[in-house]
């Protein structure tokens, strides 16, 4: 596609239960972030992948955060048994490779836990 | 103290105004500085991106780069209502990663709400 697709773009869930977040990104992007922004927030980094492997995944919060990505494309970001403090709008994010490219944001999937 | 500090206003200035949009950060491993514009939304977009310390301009915008004060800096000249939006600074460091292969993240401040009107 022309740009970074998440989805889906609003989950509401019950406290308790364990949500799935996709990103698909620009092909040919091979690294990929995962990036929370809370209510009023910057944006607070997750993890990065560099093809299907993370190299850095300091930033998830707790062991109930996952994510994994296959086929060097498409990526999951799951979160168990999630809390009222994971509500966020969850934002992915792809580039070319090196440090040095820009990052291409989606437009968020916005998570609400009741 | 966060590694970056950026006042979130909100900021409301009538059409025409020159906007001073201000970032300080701490860590110095920050090579690469960015500006982020994000409509209400929707995801961030890059703005500018700059590498060394001084100015550069792109159309009504100019960010500044004191490095030496740790300090960036994005202007808006002759601001327009379609440039209501939350602006978002952020910087980058060069990491390597497992494997030996660079990588940029990006630590981004709290974004200042700016709201221009007519």
């Known amino acids: 596609g022309a740009g970074v697709s998440q989805s889906p773009s609003n989950k509401v869930t019950e406290k308790g239960k364990d949500v799935e977040l996709r990103c698909d990104p620009i092909?040919?992007?091979?690294?990929l972030y995962w990036y929370r922004q809370s209510l009023g927030q910057g944006l607070e980094f997750l993890i990065y992948f560099q093809g299907n492997s993370a190299p850095d995944k300091s930033g998830l919060p707790s062991d109930r955060f996952s994510a994994e990505r296959t086929g060097g494309s498409v990526s999951t970001l799951t979160i168990q048994r999630t809390q009222q403090e994971d509500s966020a709008v969850y934002l992915c994010?792809?580039?070319?490779?090196?440090?040095?490219?820009?990052?291409?944001f989606g437009e968020g999937s916005r998570l609400t836990v009741l | 103290q966060k590694e970056v500090e950026q006042d979130p206003g909100p900021l409301s200035v009538p059409e025409g105004a020159i906007v001073s949009l201000n970032c300080t950060y701490s860590n110095s491993a920050f090579q690469y500085f960015m500006w982020y514009r994000q409509y209400s939304r929707k995801g961030p977009e890059l703005l500018m991106y700059?590498?060394?310390?001084g100015n550069k301009e792109d159309g009504r915008f100019t960010a500044q780069v004191d490095k030496s004060s740790k300090y960036i800096s994005l202007f808006i000249r002759d601001s327009q209502p379609s440039d209501s939006a939350t602006y978002l600074c952020?910087?980058?460091?060069?990491?390597?990663?497992?494997?030996?292969?660079?990588?940029?993240?990006?630590?981004f401040g709290q974004g200042t709400i700016l709201t221009v009107h007519p």
């Open positions: 952020a910087m980058k460091a060069v990491l390597i990663g497992r494997g030996g292969t660079s990588y940029g993240k990006l630590t």
């Open positions: 092909s040919g992007h091979t690294a």
């Open positions: 700059t590498y060394s310390s």
């Open positions: 994010a792809s580039s070319s490779p090196g440090a040095t490219g820009e990052l291409f």
